[in-house]
């Protein structure tokens, strides 16, 4: 959710669990008390709307924001809707899946009182197809846009009643695969107190010009409230005292900005930060950290993680990356079991496609699980590449003008990231593909991998997509599609056609799942980015902080704050 650059965030900072139940919540909880939550080292929180624009479309934005607006579908870590923290409290829709009612539970308010209403979502609507314009004034487009059906493919929303609204799309979509992409991006906004322009150019530039400023969120229906916030230092929330679902016992919820990982440590130390994160090149601390009564817990996403390569039109190296033989040499090329092992210690598990194997879920195809496509073998890679006609000239592979001479921008910030960077780069020049390293703080990564005409890189490292938004059901268009909003260029006409077929209905599950690992199949093996590493994130939790790993709805690295306690 999203990389996030898809909700992109750096390649070893992304959370998630493989726990499908989380335990009932005691309703002796203590209250009171302060919980700080270490944001990743150098990560800035700098969107603060419930809907997001594809350049600040990260998942720890969206972490934030969760906790100040109810989405109108809460994503459990099976995959399933838990409506009980959702907006909507049912979704009904016709057989040939043109026509869906969307029906919210009635019992959600804002913080001033008024109830979450069909105004709400409406509002919502029209801003989202607004600011999907590629013509939209900056800092929009909208993130979703392209990404199921909407806003193109619907023909039409309209409200039935307070609590009712109707969508008709233009023709059939598998149902599912557009709850989970589509309806999903419909988080409802505060109409009463954002609707300010009849004119929706002017509503959405209105909004983000006011999306950096988190005290612009001042009527919210979450379980939260922002109280502060300061770039470099930390974001405050306190409780909602309105909200309707499970309050917050604790007094505040402080998001830390860390200036590195050794900063972020020595917070936890000195109990500075009671919820956190141990980078696997600080494992030998992890004494230090238990005998203090932490624990330390590896947590997985339901993610994917990758090497992007610059395939824009435009792009001076497009020609080379569009020849799937040289994708093929590259991925060859990568250790990803022994950047698991050396450089994770273990905590990662390697990824041969466009599905992780963990957690695990019905979408992973047990073939591809069992049997990685582009095994790691240098001497292949090279050979490959020759019988192509590429000649080592220097100790670069070059065939006629071209040259496999690379510059790689990675996440800055993490020893493991920087060690994996410089090891894809020496197993790279075995090949005869020279690449040089430039390190970029996350924040310009996103930007810089988010802009189609930006040829300052050739291949980046650093970032992934979780399956936590725009697109939770699985199937790529977002990504790997020609039009894809979060791709980086790659285009190919039977993986279009393959994802298409992942968005009809279908009158079995077994169908269903058929078009799917078709799908799966073929992406694992045309390579739109390079497969990586499903990195664990090593979760660091105070002896007097309750409920974070069973509330954290890991699969979608999504967490449930309300439910977090602080014995004194």
């Not at 493991?416 to 996350?442: N, R």
């Not at 059901?473 to 909003?485: E, H, I, N």
């Amino acid at each position: 959710m999203k990389l996030n650059k898809a909700f992109a965030a750096a390649i070893v900072m992304l959370a998630g669990t493989s726990l499908l139940t989380a335990p009932s919540f005691a309703a002796s909880a203590p209250m009171g008390g302060t919980i700080a939550y270490a944001l990743p080292s150098q990560t800035q929180l700098n969107w603060f709307l419930p809907i997001n624009n594809a350049a600040d479309d990260s998942v720890y934005n969206q972490q934030f924001n969760d906790q100040l607006y109810k989405p109108l579908l809460w994503i459990n870590n099976d995959y399933s809707i838990n409506w009980k923290s959702s907006v909507a409290d049912r979704i009904t829709y016709n057989r040939q899946g043109t026509v869906y009612h969307v029906f919210l539970n009635p019992k959600w308010r804002w913080s001033n009182g008024q109830p979450v209403t069909s105004k709400d979502l409406m509002f919502t609507w029209n801003v989202i197809k607004a600011a999907s314009n590629p013509k939209a004034p900056t800092p929009w487009p909208f993130v979703g846009a392209g990404t199921g059906d909407i806003p193109t493919g619907v023909k039409s929303v309209v409200p039935n009643g307070n609590y009712e609204v109707t969508i008709t799309l233009d023709k059939p979509a598998n149902q599912q695969w557009f709850i989970y992409n589509g309806i999903i991006q419909m988080t409802p906004m505060p109409a009463a107190a954002w609707d300010k322009y009849s004119n929706m150019t002017q509503e959405i530039k209105y909004l983000g010009d006011n999306a950096t400023n988190p005290m612009f969120d001042s009527v919210v229906d979450g379980p939260f409230m922002v109280k502060s916030g300061t770039p470099s230092q930390d974001w405050v929330l306190v409780p909602n005292p309105k909200y309707a679902g499970h309050k917050s016992t604790v007094s505040k919820i402080v998001f830390d900005f860390e200036a590195s990982n050794t900063a972020e440590l020595a917070a936890l130390k000195t109990n500075e930060v009671n919820v956190g994160y141990l980078d696997p090149s600080q494992l030998g601390s992890k004494g230090s950290l238990t005998s203090m009564g932490d624990a330390v817990t590896p947590v997985y996403s339901f993610g994917i993680f990758w090497t992007e390569m610059n395939m824009w039109p435009g792009s001076p190296v497009k020609g080379i990356f569009d020849q799937l033989y040289v994708r093929q040499a590259l991925q060859m090329s990568l250790d990803n079991q022994g950047i698991s092992q050396d450089i994770y210690k273990g905590f990662a598990v390697p990824i041969d496609g466009p599905v992780p194997t963990v957690p695990h879920t019905q979408f992973v195809d047990s073939s591809l699980a069992s049997h990685n496509p582009y095994p790691f073998n240098l001497m292949a890679a090279k050979k490959l590449l020759m019988d192509h006609g590429w000649k080592m000239v220097g100790g670069v592979m070059t065939k006629g003008k071209q040259k496999l001479d690379m510059k790689m921008i990675y996440v800055s910030g993490t020893t493991s990231a920087t060690d994996t960077a410089e090891l894809m780069q020496q197993d790279w020049g075995q090949i005869g593909v020279k690449v040089s390293l430039v390190p970029t703080p996350f924040s310009e990564f996103i930007t810089e991998t988010s802009t189609k005409n930006n040829y300052k890189w050739q291949l980046a490292v650093g970032s992934g997509w979780d399956y936590n938004g725009p697109g939770f059901y699985p199937t790529g268009g977002q990504l790997f599609a020609s039009t894809a909003p979060s791709g980086t260029g790659f285009s190919d006409l039977h993986e279009d056609a393959l994802i298409q077929a992942t968005h009809m209905p279908y009158p079995t599950m077994a169908e269903t799942m058929q078009h799917f690992f078709a799908y799966e199949d073929y992406t694992a093996r045309i390579l739109p980015f390079l497969w990586g590493q499903n990195v664990a994130t090593l979760y660091v939790t105070a002896p007097t902080v309750h409920n974070v790993i069973p509330y954290l709805d890991g699969a979608t690295n999504l967490p449930q704050m309300q439910y977090w306690t602080v014995s004194q």
